[in-house]
């Protein structure tokens, strides 16, 4: 239904790199999956029409900028933009932390009312793949057990959390780029969208980050982004959350992503991952019903 391709344009004395995204219709398609999957393409058309990679740009947060936006009336897309410096993303100690930088920029640029600014212009107003209001396969797939019936719970205290901002929505390993000069680098913006800022977290320290062998690494990398975060913040009169709220938000992103995994498939980091789910399930152990769990759990975990 698509490509990716790098296009280089050469000259006498020069020459210059660009990439070329092009999907076909969606009218083509009848699999609820895919729809889904294939609808965030032209999530990611509304966000390079809208400029917000010159933004994040601006803001010191490297991304593509868009050259072109093409879209027909038939549903087909073509978005053309610069090419990233760089090699692919190793996962090192340092790479890791410039990561969360990365991160850091981007959730300070939107934090709070510029994000609900910014899904008025038309860019999703839920980040992230796995969200629940997209999942709804996979959560029927699950068991009847006690995560799903939290399941509803956890995205609502995620959609209540005071952390509210504009997310990448996949940063995994495969769509950051490493420069010697440039620095880190994020591309592939489809699930851009509103989240808390825990979601871009979880995700990108269960399947991306260096160094998690256990809680203690864990709170020390969430400490170095929440001291990026909060430096950014202050800086724009704005109070950050403490780290304590900061982790309860990780923590129950994390479980949303276990959740969808569950329904899904697993990958990356599934130790710390279901370590978070098990935690929780065990705070809500013998609870049965979607209202006990989410209660229970808006209580434990206050927005």
């Not at 990716?4 to 969606?26: C, N």
């Not at 895919?34 to 010191?60: K, P, R, W």
């Not at 062998?213 to 724009?236: P, V």
């Amino acid at each position: 239904m698509g490509s990716v391709d790098e296009v280089q344009v050469k000259s006498k004395d020069d020459s210059v790199s660009f990439v070329v995204k092009t999907v076909g219709s969606h009218k083509k398609l009848d699999d609820e999956l895919a729809l889904v999957d294939h609808m965030s393409y032209y999530n990611e058309a509304t966000f390079y029409e809208q400029n917000l990679s010159d933004s994040i740009c601006a803001a010191g947060a490297l991304c593509p900028k868009a050259l072109l936006v093409d879209r027909t009336e038939d549903g087909e897309l073509t978005i053309c933009m610069t090419k990233l410096p760089g090699r692919g993303f190793s996962r090192n100690p340092e790479q890791t932390r410039q990561a969360l930088q990365w991160l850091a920029k981007l959730h300070a640029l939107f934090w709070g009312k510029p994000a609900d600014e910014v899904v008025k212009s038309g860019v999703a107003e839920r980040a992230c793949f796995w969200d629940l209001s997209r999942r709804q396969i996979e959560l029927r797939r699950m068991p009847k057990d006690v995560l799903r019936h939290a399941a509803k719970g956890i995205d609502a205290r995620l959609q209540a959390d005071k952390m509210m901002t504009m997310c990448h929505g996949d940063p995994k390993g495969a769509n950051i780029m490493y420069d010697e000069t440039e620095g880190v680098s994020f591309y592939d913006f489809q699930w851009f969208g509103k989240a808390p800022a825990s979601k871009d977290l979880a995700y990108f320290f269960g399947v991306a980050a260096h160094g998690l062998s256990g809680e203690e690494t864990e709170r020390e990398l969430l400490k170095f982004y929440h001291e990026e975060l909060c430096k950014l913040l202050e800086a724009k009169s704005i109070s950050p959350p403490n780290f304590e709220y900061l982790w309860n938000s990780y923590h129950l992103a994390l479980c949303d992503l276990g959740r969808w995994m569950v329904g899904g498939f697993s990958f990356g980091n599934t130790r710390l991952i279901f370590g978070h789910v098990k935690a929780l399930t065990t705070a809500l152990a013998g609870l049965d019903s979607e209202q006990a769990c989410q209660e229970k759990i808006f209580k434990l975990y206050p927005p």
